[in-house]
């Protein structure tokens, strides 16, 4: 047995949730494991602003699927609950609609039935039965796809086979399978907008992306208690314990080869000094184009297979605290467009800002009075807009005036004198979501859905270049949302545990 014995040495470049989870799962196997992260913060696009008794989660607000973070915290008789406590929120969503109409998705079937109660017994009838369909193409996509982690279309086919995957609803786009399903306008809405999730279009991704209201209404849709952010501190605590080694305002520069494999990672430290991290084993958490193209200088014909995985959405993200609050609001609440589908198109198709925005809007609040000082609210405004493309040059000011748009929206649909009560205000456009987090072209969820160019999967795991370089994260499979990258590192991790064993014999 070659090198029995010797600790392998890995190092995680960023310290996003997906890098993270890769960290912790290595050192529980035995590996020496170094994590390199730019900023001064752990967590990645987690992030905190706290700011006069305010305290706003820049990034995630909704946890879901916590049965995927199990493993991460289990271990010394340790579960997830002894490092964040989780609170299950029903109603999940509250949905506005131009023409005044509010519709509450329930968790809870009875109360969920009773709010479509006016709109008659069809629509009741169609929205059961599209959730038994939602959690079908859950179950399919669960038990290969992503307990498996398949990363190619031919590793899918040799999984699934042919016969297998004629269940899943591959043929149809997911707005397309809605429309066939719902005939109730609302309910298309709300469906199709469970996109989010992932930063596409209902009406270019494959049908099977309905099972996303399936993660919510069969596992919950949770908070964190004290912000989300506390499951960014969550998982530093668990690397402290299994012995990773955390080096904050460490920037890797490039990515050191030699004989095929890679060997190292170039560091510059937010002073200016330069450094060196041996490795035998390199994880890139910076998503995969950009570090293909900074760390690597990766050749033309390298990229040209990457140009399927074209970014997912961005946002302009706007943080107020305002001194009084809206009590129509609930936790996370949807302030639709109204022709949802000249949305989509606008942005994913046309590269376009969108003139009529569907608005996601979280008021933590309505669960945990300490995000904000008494009598105050803390809301978040997320829409989703095109990532960076030269072929459509956006500035700052045309980020400023979407803003003001966003404002106007939500004074006409009932938040009157938004802008009155606004005592505390934070803005990101996509030029900061890109510097920050070095994400590619400022996306937000890393790879966008695509029936035509990706159908739904994300750059494969492993560096087709390097067999020693891993990659985790939104860019990757099974993609984006909290609980697919920590996913994903859990798959990286018995990747490269299964590799190590292999090449020790
Ligand atoms: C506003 C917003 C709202 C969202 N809402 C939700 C939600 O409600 N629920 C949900 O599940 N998901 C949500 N997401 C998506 C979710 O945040 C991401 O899918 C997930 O956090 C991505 O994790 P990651 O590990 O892939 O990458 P990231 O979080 O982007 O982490 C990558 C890390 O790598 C570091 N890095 C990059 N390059 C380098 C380098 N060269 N050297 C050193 N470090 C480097 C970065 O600084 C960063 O810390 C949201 C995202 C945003 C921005």
Known sequence: ???????????????????????????????????????????????????????????????????????????????????VKLQRLDPQWRNFFEDGTVVDLWEDPKKMRQELKRFGSLTSDEYESFLSYSRQQYQIVERGYLR?????????LRFYGWKDARDLDYLRSMAGSIRSRLSNRYLRDIFEYFIKYVGSSALDSPAFMNLMPNIQMEFGLWYV??????????????????GVTLLLGQEAQEIERADGLVTGVRTCGLDGSAGFVKADYIVSNMEVIPAMQKLLHAPPSAMKKMRRFKPSCSGIV???????????????????????????????????????????????????????????DNIKILPHIPSL??????????????????????????????????????????FDIETHYGSHRGSIYGVV?????????????????????????????????????????????????????????
Not at 148 to 156: A, E, K, P, W, Y
Request: overall charge positive.
């Open 1 to 83: 047995m070659k090198n029995a014995g010797k600790k392998k040495r890995v190092v995680v470049i960023g310290a996003g949730i997906g890098g993270m989870s890769a960290a912790i799962m290595l050192a529980s196997k035995g590996f020496l494991v170094t994590v390199l992260e730019k900023n001064s913060h752990a967590g990645g696009k987690l992030n905190l602003l706290e700011t006069k008794g305010f305290r706003f989660d820049l990034g995630p607000s909704i946890f879901t699927l916590p049965q995927i973070f199990r493993p991460i915290f289990e271990g010394e008789g340790r579960k997830l609950e002894d490092y």
């Open 148 to 156: 498996h982690g398949l990363d190619t279309f031919s590793q899918f």
């Open 225 to 242: 208690s004290g912000g989300l952010y506390e499951l960014a501190r969550a998982f530093q605590r668990r690397m402290e314990e299994c």
């Open 318 to 376: 706007l943080h107020l605290g305002l001194d009084r609050v809206y009590p129509q609001l609930a936790h996370h609440n949807f302030f639709y467009s109204t022709d949802l589908h000249q949305h989509f198109r606008r942005v994913f198709r046309e590269g376009k800002l969108p003139d009529d925005p569907t608005l996601y809007v979280v008021a933590p609040t309505r669960t945990d009075p300490s995000q904000a000082p008494a009598g105050c």
């Open 389 to 430: 493309d030269d072929s459509h040059p956006t500035t700052r000011e045309d980020y400023a005036a979407l803003k003001e748009i966003c404002l106007d929206k939500l004074e006409r649909m009932g938040m009157t004198d938004l802008r009155r009560h606004i005592v505390v205000e934070d803005f990101w456009t996509p």
């Open 449 to 505: 859905c695509d029936r035509l160019s990706n159908y739904a999967f994300k750059a494969p795991k492993q560096s087709f270049q390097f067999r020693n370089l891993f990659f985790v994260g939104g860019s990757t499979n099974p993609g984006a949302g909290m609980p697919m990258v920590a996913l994903c590192g859990q798959h990286v991790a018995r990747m490269i545990a299964e590799q190590d064993a292999k090449e020790a014999q």
